[in-house]
Structure formats: structure tokens, C-alpha cells
């Protein structure tokens, strides 16, 4: 069941938001890229048990403030439902937009240039790496 993707594409479309998703095999090479850079060990998902944790906090309103934390542009927002799924996204408002009409789900957040990796979990702690 692929609920999450099909939630994030349609809100895409209904709120005009140019995205992109990466194909299987980009997704695999993220993977393969954000698990060398910011987790302890190699692995072929992302395990946040494993994140190398520079900063963490409780912030139930992350996802509303998205934009005032994360000041790239080019993101890419990953999401897990029966598989990881990834979107390149403009920028941190638009991440906001979608994250406040979908519902509440973890996530993971980065830049094309893998300069940071955020993960918020469903008990709403955020931990940057």
C-alpha cells in the first residue's frame, strides 16, 4: 500500500507544486550516498537508531516551521509506507505547504548536495545529522 506516495503526488498537483520524484534507482543511490555520510553503519534503509546525531529536539511544530530551520533550496523530503519513497522539492515553503496538508507521518529531509540530513519521527523528536 503505497498510501503516502499517492497522498504527497495528489497534494502536489491540488496546491501547484513543481516536484519530482526519484525513480528507484535515484532512490537507491540517495540511499546508498545518505547512509555513508550521516549513519553510523552502511545499510539500504534509512534507520534513524543508526543517524550520527549532531542535535536533537522535541518540536511538535517542526513541520510548521520548516522554512525558518532549513534554508536550502533543492530539497529532497523521503518518506517510508511500504517503501521509501523521495520527491526533489523547490524549496522549504513548499515543503511546509505539503506537510500541512498531509497528514502527520516521519520524515526525512536533505539537500541535492547531502549537506545535512533531518529526520522528524512520529513523537515528534527532530534530530539533525
Partial sequence: MNY???EIDETLIALDIEG???DSNELSALIT??????FKTKQKTLNPID???KSEEHNPNFWKEIQSHIHSERLIFIVFDSAHRAWEICSSKNLAR???ETT?????VTD???TFLVHMDDHDCVSWA
Fill in 4 to 6: 503516502l506516495e499517492e
Fill in 20 to 22: 519530482r520524484k526519484l
Fill in 33 to 38: 550516498s545518505l547512509s555513508e555520510s550521516f
Fill in 51 to 53: 543517524l550520527n546525531i
Fill in 98 to 100: 505539503i506537510l500541512s
Fill in 104 to 108: 502527520g507521518y516521519p520524515f526525512w
Fill in 112 to 114: 541535492r548536495d547531502l
